[in-house]
């Protein structure tokens, strides 16, 4: 087999693996440190209670993230070493800075939020959760960087270094402000919380429905369902925003996200289709003139297709066409859940609807289709560029790993991340069996 | 070759902290799980894994940092290592996750074949995680095949080469002590007295794997040497070394079991500033074409990146430090268990 494939199917994996945890604890981090605000204000105990039971969840979500990260740090070197020479002093700074800057904060008062509850004031408590938050941040930021720096590369120029030609920094800022930058953070963080209110959100209707810790449940739900709120409203302000700069500086990305081929035409957008890339045709239904409205503000201007790129520089169709209607279809159902929760919250019915407690149960999972569906649509979209416009992916592979090392690799990765999201989903179901009054029980067993 | 302290000599140096500083906090809680199925009462072994509980996490952490730094000024040495022992890194990476998970799975459950089963994992995945570290620390000492475009030329056994092994046992050797040390410091009663006897074995035994790889890197390393051939004055630093090892059991003798586990971590200064003294200028050795090493001038990022990177560190580790030290400082003294206890 291809070493290319392989390589670009182990990262997917690790990364799409490694992805269900860091949104998690960057949105539990902001839950967390509302819900501790709250007990600081009020002081009451509940609140507390609170705190300590999404302490824990964040704690497993955390230690799974570092798991699945540690391999994300070296895997640039390990597979993608041509790539790594290249843009090794653009990228690798970004890098490190996510290290300094944000998974020792995190890590570091973590323990504090996990094992420090007797030995610090309940101030220092509120703080460190507040550093763990801004750690968890502080990770996006960076990494999006890093990765917005691969969309849209900026501040650099490529010249001939000791070894070889490779990209270098020319202008710092204008690598970390790179023009998708801001636009993809911000989508990012806000699917972020959407995944963890969701979570939030999901728990405590389970506890309503089973008649359990109702107290905790329904506060709990209430601050879910504003994160919820107003996370995806704002998400769809930054995903029109997004898809402006795609428009601009990704052109065909964006071609391939709506299936549009004709090389400069009015184009329209699907609810749903599915697109033949030999017939260059989409078998959908759509608004006519929409792409062209939300890019141009007008339904009648051109927008340029993907017949205006050379066959071996357009990204895969229908797997981003479909990736992206997806999600842009999650987005509209987390809307639609949030609002109506609201909706019934003021009406005062919300603790009595058990038909939408039923949903949120399950729709835990949405956010997280979401996300990843997200991110496959930007890198895959990116494709068949490695830094867009600058270096193939092709061309980014380790000459030295063989087609076996990285089926070896790959198998090996495959199992142990089965092996982790089994005793993943064990543990929460643990954790949420248990409740929050858990310390009791933990006490009972652990003197056994 | 010059000794002036420019920006590479700088990145060196900073490159060489952050490993000191990985080896120094996660060495110890690779030794306390290199060291775990040594005693057989379950609640001796709750007891080590709290000892760690806190800060094993945050340990790793100098681990991904420092490979990001790498990264950001050596990107040449990033990409070469971590492709060139590509096997190597992705058993290490493995065995890390596996290590996590059992650390976080290991008391969730009362069963005894569970814990049985955990406990395993944790300490065998601590030794390889050791071992295979020390391994690589071995083959960038005796020096790596490296073809024109500095691409990793060798093969994955070609690494299990023995002085490489012998580095990874001394490594073992050297993170037990360390754990051991550790133990003692963070408990009290029966298991206290049980980490007093692992100490003294596990110096004696890193005595002797150090013994031996000294006489091995004399013998069949020597451009490891060569500085402190050319600077005399370098030759304080295998002394010091030494005195670091050897206060260790003194200390241990009046029960001043924290000076100990500074001694322990000055040796581990040490014996990376020895590492560091003998391949200057070079950081990853071409065996047997010398003139094709990657070295602090060849692989490094621009002045101007390196510049950046030395502003961002600057600011970053000085405040990591400051909350690093806060942190060990809050969670001092001898652990208990409790209901937030692994």
């Given amino acids: 087999m291809d070493p290319v494939l392989l390589s670009r199917i182990q990262f997917g994996l690790t990364i799409s693996f490694h992805y269900i945890f860091p949104p998690l604890s960057i949105g539990l981090g902001v839950i967390l440190v509302l819900m501790e605000a709250l007990y600081l204000k009020t002081r009451n105990p509940l609140f507390q209670q609170m705190t300590r039971f999404w302490v824990r969840i964040f704690g497993l979500t955390f230690a799974l993230g570092v798991a699945s990260g540690v391999v994300m740090e070296f895997q640039f070197g390990t597979n993608w070493a041509a790539y790594s020479r290249f843009v090794g002093d653009v990228f690798g700074s970004a890098l490190a800075a996510e290290g300094i800057f944000a998974f020792f904060l995190e890590s570091g008062f973590l323990a504090i939020l996990l094992f420090g509850w007797d030995k610090v004031s309940p101030r220092v408590h509120m703080l460190s959760t507040c550093m763990v938050a801004l750690g968890a941040h502080f990770s996006a930021i960076w990494i999006i960087v890093a990765d917005s720096w691969m969309q849209t590369p900026a501040g650099y120029h490529v010249v001939q270094s000791v070894l070889r030609s490779r990209a270098e920094v020319v202008d710092f800022w204008a690598v970390v402000f790179n023009p998708s930058t801001m636009v993809r953070l911000t989508h990012t963080v806000l699917g972020a919380w959407q995944a963890a209110a969701f979570l939030v959100l999901s728990v405590s209707a389970f506890y309503l429905l089973k008649r359990r810790h109702v107290e905790f449940a329904r506060t709990s739900m209430k601050i879910g369902l504003i994160v919820a709120v107003v996370a995806s409203l704002l998400s769809l302000v930054t995903g029109d925003f997004s898809g402006r700069v795609v428009a601009r500086y990704q052109p065909a990305k964006l071609a391939a996200m709506e299936g549009h081929f004709p090389a400069s035409a009015p184009a329209g957008m699907y609810l749903f289709g599915w697109v033949s890339e030999a017939e260059q045709r989409v078998t959908g239904i759509g608004v006519p003139g929409m792409l062209s409205f939300l890019v141009h503000g007008d339904t009648t201007k051109p927008v340029t297709g993907l017949t205006a790129f050379p066959p071996q520089d357009r990204p895969p169709v229908n797997p981003v066409f479909q990736a992206f209607h997806v999600m842009v279809g999650v987005g509209t159902i987390l809307i639609g859940l949030s609002l109506l929760g609201a909706f019934l919250w003021w009406r005062g019915s919300l603790f009595e609807a058990r038909w939408l407690l039923w949903i949120y149960v399950f729709a835990v999972l949405l956010p997280q289709v979401g996300n990843q569906l997200g991110w496959f649509t930007a890198e895959v979209g990116r494709q068949p560029w490695i830094v867009y416009g600058l270096m193939r992916t092709a061309a980014g592979v380790s000459p030295s790993v063989t087609a076996g090392h990285a089926v070896a690799s790959l198998v090996l990765f495959t199992l142990i991340y089965l092996l982790l999201f089994v005793l993943f989903i064990y543990l929460l179901d643990q954790k949420i069996r248990h409740g929050p009054l858990a310390d009791d029980l933990e006490v009972a067993y652990h003197r056994r | ?342």
């Avoid at chain 2, 050797?173 to 009663?189: N, P, Q």
């Avoid at chain 2, 150090?210 to 040497?225: F, I, K």
């Avoid at chain 2, 560091?276 to 065996?287: D, E, Q």
């Fill in chain 2, 1 to 342: 070759m010059t000794m002036g302290l420019d920006l590479h000599v700088i990145w060196f140096g900073l490159v060489g902290i952050l490993l000191t500083g990985y080896a120094i906090l996660d060495g110890f809680d690779l030794g306390v799980g290199a060291l775990h199925l040594l005693t057989r009462k379950d609640e001796h072994r709750r007891l080590m894994i709290n000892a760690i509980g806190p800060v094993w996490d945050g340990n790793e952490v100098w681990l991904v940092t420092a490979g990001g730094a790498l990264f950001a000024a050596f990107p040449e040495v990033y990409a070469t290592i971590f492709s060139g022992f590509y096997l190597a890194f992705m058993l290490l990476f493995c065995m890390l996750i596996f290590r996590a998970v059992a650390i976080e799975f290991r008391s969730k459950l009362p069963g005894r074949r569970w814990r049985q089963v955990w406990d395993a994992s944790f300490s065998l995945a601590s030794i390889g995680c050791s071992l295979l570290l020390g391994v690589a620390f071995g083959n960038v000492i005796w020096g790596v095949p490296l073809d024109a475009q500095r691409e990793f030329a060798g093969s994955f056994l070609g690494l299990l080469n023995p002085y490489a092994l012998l580095v990874g046992v001394t490594t073992v050797a050297l993170f037990m002590m360390h754990g051991a040390i550790y133990v003692a410091l963070k408990t009290e009663g029966e298991l206290h007295e049980i980490a007093r006897g692992w100490i003294n074995n596990t110096i004696i035994f890193f005595t002797v794997c150090y013994g031996l790889t000294t006489m091995a890197t004399l013998l069949y390393v020597p451009h490891m040497s060569q500085h402190m051939r050319d600077y005399p004055v370098f030759f304080a630093v295998p002394v010091l070394t030494m005195l670091a090892v050897a206060n260790i059991p003194r200390e241990i003798h009046f029960s001043r079991d924290f000076l100990a586990f500074l001694s322990s971590g000055a040796t581990m200064v040490g014996l990376m500033a020895l590492v560091a003294i003998g391949i200057f200028p070079n950081l990853v050795l071409s065996r047997p074409n010398p003139e094709l090493s990657l070295t602090i001038y060849n692989a490094a990022s621009s002045p101007k990146t390196l510049t950046i990177m030395l502003i961002i560190a600057g600011i970053g580790v000085p405040i990591v430090l400051a909350y690093t030290s806060s942190i060990y400082y809050i969670f001092r003294g001898k652990v208990k268990l409790d209901t937030m206890s692994y």
